[in-house]
């Protein structure tokens, strides 16, 4: 397909989805207003109450809380398993990779909450992800290098001499004792520049009124897909280059309407279709698609009539994940919490405020005055306290008598309470959950629990669809980023050693857990639940069932520590795998001493006692004699529950967990 009919077909189709996307726009527009509590969502009268609930932005804010805990508080966001004993290693390495992209590379608690946000308030949050390349410069000077210092920034690959100046600190001389010529010591001021290339997915939460897609569709990767991009002029030239820009900056700058844009084919779009004369900013507009001609899926970038590309989709599908909180069968978009809460939080916000209006009345109430009966009506209105006398003739309680206003029925009472009920059971989020209902909280700390549990059920679903429809599929991709785009060697940090990771190694079979803490209760619940589980696997191990291992321990422990609120739980519990891996360590060098006759060696002998001292492990001798400096037979290691712990045996030595 040539550039001018790509041109003609994404045009076309950006108009065909136009009315869909404005009416979405105004919807959300509208849930914006709902979730600030906009006095206008209601209707206001002049001099009357403009108090407008909160229901929306309630509920949102306390589910908040619980989905940001299921998705961010653990060290690993996911876990790879491989299928074979082959894949162990590669996959082990693209775990430690992915879950440094997402923590460190990208901000993953800032996607996570602005992406639920936008869909518990727009009822569509997106992701875009894509493979990013970062190159930083930075400039240097250095003065007074030797001969071996210019050298060795000339060898360092990173570093880019600019320029270079010498200078002759000591003159060529003769020594006079030997008549040799000592040569002129020369030193060199030189300005460098350093060159950094990071690559990774980069992942982004886009705001959903840019990304225009057919909202019946099933999928979005079965459909037409655009992202408005927004550019400045500095922002635009240096994405796409000054030459290829050059006519459409020419254009904004010299137009004075705001329509930079006069081919009869823009006529259906709005006149800042490419460029916002009132922010200054260009729109590019990214398209996805099938190539009808190749049926391969298509990438073309254009702005107005100027197309910045028009090749394969690299991604081979449209880049984007879509999270909608209450999903309908069959649509890409279902319900948002605006659908579910607008029509009840109209009505409290309409009764809300005529209680207020009567509450206002009532402490403000007119009177019914016999002017002809009061001296000098100035007293009346001279409201001031200074205990000021009001003249009047005859009986002053016939003379000034208050309006009687009508009390609030009861039934106005009962029903805002029917509202909040109603309110409860749309939202998934009653106020048991949220922990401010007296009755609920004078009641046994078992039947709260309960009511929390039957509360936390939809926050479970919500979870589960998040990490269903969004996460592990986000995974997959950036999964496939790595293994299509990665060139360069990157170090992982872990278990206090620097792992390298090249695309080589990355390879293999496996299958993808995404971490959440889902059916597991409030955190009192998990630590005893945990403690519970602790006690079995004691029971286990006494009973001498094989069916509990060092790692099922050590997974346990970690869990309760996090449970407690300690992240840093490496610094409690070691893994059982590092452990084997000192025990099989000792066990080399003490083979090597006893085959060269070094056991005597005090520095062997040190670093064997330290490495025994830091993994906490007490091992015998290579021959089954005890290590220098253990006098004392061994004793197995006293585990938590004070139940005996059974471990491995190597070369004779029985070791303990």
């Known amino acids: 397909m040539a550039q001018e009919d790509s041109l003609s077909y994404c045009l076309n ?9 404005d009416n979405l726009d105004l919807t959300r527009a509208e849930a914006i207003k709902f979730y600030k509590s906009d006095p206008s969502i209601v209707p206001t009268v002049k001099n ?64 996570v909450h602005d992406f639920f946000t936008d869909g518990m308030v727009l009822g569509t949050g997106i992701i875009k992800y894509q493979w990013f390349k970062n190159t930083k410069t930075i400039d240097r000077d250095y003065d007074g290098l030797t001969d071996l210092e210019l050298q060795a920034k000339q060898n360092d690959p990173k570093c880019k001499i600019l320029s270079v100046e010498s200078i002759e600190v000591e003159a060529e001389k003769i020594d006079t004792a030997t008549q040799t010529t000592i040569p ?56 796409y280059g000054k030459e290829e820009t050059q006519k459409l900056i020419l254009a904004a700058d010299e137009d004075k309407e705001g329509n930079i844009v006069t081919d009869e084919r823009f006529s259906d779009l709005n006149t800042n279709f490419s460029y916002d004369k009132e922010k200054k900013e260009f729109y590019v507009y990214e398209c996805y698609y099938i ?28 880049p984007f994940h879509v999270f909608t909180p209450i999903r309908m069968s069959h649509r890409i978009i279902g319900l948002s919490f605006y659908d579910l809460l607008k029509g009840i939080m109209r009505q409290r916000t309409a009764i809300t405020r005529q209680v207020h209006d009567n509450m206002y009345l009532s402490n403000f109430r007119r009177y019914f005055v016999d002017s002809e009966r009061i001296v000098d009506m100035e007293d009346y209105y001279s409201n001031t306290p200074t205990n000021s006398a009001i003249r009047c003739i005859g009986d002053p309680n016939t003379v000034v008598a208050p309006e009687i206003k009508a009390p609030l029925p009861p039934e106005v009472f009962s029903y805002l309470e029917l509202l909040n009920e109603q309110k409860d059971y749309h939202s998934g989020v009653p106020r048991s959950f949220q922990g401010v209902n007296s009755n609920i909280l004078n009641e046994t700390a078992r039947g709260q629990n309960q009511q929390i549990s039957q509360a936390g059920q939809r926050i479970q679903l919500l979870a589960r669809l ?33 792992i390298e990771i090249s695309p080589d190694n990355i390879n293999g079979k496996f299958d993808i857990e995404v971490k959440v803490g889902l059916g597991t209760g409030d955190k009192s619940q998990q630590v005893s639940q945990l403690q519970q589980i602790l006690g079995l696997y004691s029971q286990m ?55 060269t006759g070094q056991t005597q060696n005090p520095q062997i002998m040190a670093v ?44 004779g030595g029985q070791y303990f967990a």
Not at 13 to 21: A, F, V
Not at 306 to 313: H, M, P, R, W
Not at 479 to 497: A, P, S, Y
Request: glycine share 6%; net charge negative.
């Open 13 to 21: 189709q950006i108009k065909s989805l136009k009315e869909n996307c």
């Open 48 to 111: 009357r109450s403009q108090a407008t609930t909160s229901d929306l932005f309630d509920v949102i804010e306390w589910v908040k809380p619980s989905i940001m805990e299921i998705f961010t508080s653990g060290e690993d966001i996911v876990s790879f398993q491989p299928e074979t004993p082959e894949d162990v290693e590669p996959v082990k390495n693209l775990e430690l990779l992915v879950n440094k992209q997402l923590k460190q590379k990208n901000q993953w608690f800032k996607i």
């Open 184 to 239: 002129a010591v020369i030193q060199y001021n030189i300005k460098t520049q350093y060159i950094t290339e990071d690559e990774f997915p980069l992942i982004e939460v886009v705001p959903p009124e840019d990304v225009g897609f057919e909202v019946t569709a099933r999928e979005i990767s079965e459909t037409f897909v655009y992202h408005r991009c927004k550019y400045s002029k500095g922002e635009l030239i240096r994405k």
């Open 291 to 318: 190539n009808e001609e190749n049926s391969e899926p298509w990438l073309t970038v254009l702005s107005g009539d100027k197309v910045f590309l028009d090749v394969k989709n690299k991604y081979g599908k449209p």
């Open 466 to 498: 998040i990490a269903e429809t969004v996460i592990s599929p986000l995974i997959n991709d950036v999964i496939d980023l790595n293994l299509k785009f990665l060139q360069k060697k990157t170090m992982v940090r872990n278990l206090n050693q620097w």
């Open 541 to 595: 191990f006494s009973s001498g069932l094989g069916v509990v291992t060092a790692q099922n321990v050590y997974h346990t422990m970690k869990e309760l520590l996090r449970a407690m609120g300690y992240r840093n739980t490496s610094d409690f519990v070691t893994n059982p795998e590092h452990i084997e891996d000192i025990k099989a360590l000792i066990q080399l060098v003490m083979q090597a001493a006893h085959a």
């Open 608 to 651: 064997v006692q330290k490495a025994i001292a830091s993994s906490g492990i007490q091992p015998q001798g290579a021959g089954g004699g005890t290590l220098p400096g253990q006098n004392m037979p061994m004793q197995p290691q006293q585990p938590m529950n004070a139940q005996q712990h059974r471990g491995s045996a190597i070369d």
